[in-house]
């Protein structure tokens, strides 16, 4: 059974950073691009970032680009997503996806509240 | 705003048949990008219900079904049961902002 666990979220202030992490089960993990999508407070789903299965290939939503680093760890079977210089607009629960561009499994998310 | 367009809500009787919009443009589905449908509930795990414009994953029920003409996609749902209230989204690739991008997502409401 595919199991995704994100893990990491929290209350941050503006400005500041936080890595989010999704442990990965029930699958060849190494095998697959992976995603992180978001979801906003009563807004639709945003796509935010992905990787290729090896790591060599990233792909980021130009409102992360340059703030946000996706990464992962295929001995671990994790997933991270590195966020910087944290914005109000970036609170959102954060879900990772497993395979792109069909996300055919997800978790089940994890808060971050950007907020002073 | 989302490059692809969704009703924000459709609704329902139990038995009806009920259609969900998806329309793009010429960057991403009008681009034979593949166009790809959503089931979220609140508080949970999204779930794929269509992938490849038309097929189903094992495991959802052939009362959901897809279609992609032009630069739009269409989800289907016959049947209408109560547990097929949620929020719906399409998803595809856009060309022009080099990203995998959704729909703003459906809100269906059984009556």
């Known amino acids: 059974e595919v199991q995704l666990v994100e893990s990491g979220g929290g209350l941050v202030q503006p400005g500041g950073s936080l890595r989010l992490s999704c442990t990965a089960s029930g699958f060849t993990f190494s095998s697959y691009a992976m995603s992180w999508v978001r979801q906003a407070p009563g807004k639709g789903l945003e796509w935010v970032s992905g990787?290729?299965?090896?790591?060599?290939?990233?792909y980021y939503a130009d409102s992360v680009r340059g703030r946000f680093t996706i990464s992962r760890d295929n001995s671990k079977t994790t997933l991270y997503l590195q966020m910087s210089s944290l914005r109000a607009e970036d609170t959102a629960v954060y879900y990772c996806a497993k395979d792109i561009p069909r996300f055919d499994y997800w978790g089940q998310g994890t808060l971050v509240t950007v907020s002073s | 705003q989302s490059v692809l367009t969704q009703p924000p809500s459709v609704s329902g009787a139990p038995g009806q048949r009920v259609t969900i919009s998806c329309t793009g443009s010429s960057s991403n589905i009008g681009a034979r990008y593949d166009v790809y449908w959503y089931q979220h509930l609140p508080g949970t795990a999204p779930k794929l219900l269509i992938y490849v414009n038309t097929n189903r994953p094992s495991g959802v029920p052939d009362r959901f079904s897809g279609s992609k003409s032009g630069t739009s996609a269409s989800l289907v749902i016959t049947g209408l049961q109560a547990e097929d209230e949620a929020d719906y989204y399409c998803q595809s690739y856009d060309s022009s902002l080099s990203e995998w991008v959704f729909g703003g997502g459906t809100k269906l409401t059984v009556l």
């Open positions: 990787i290729s299965g090896g790591g060599g290939a990233t």
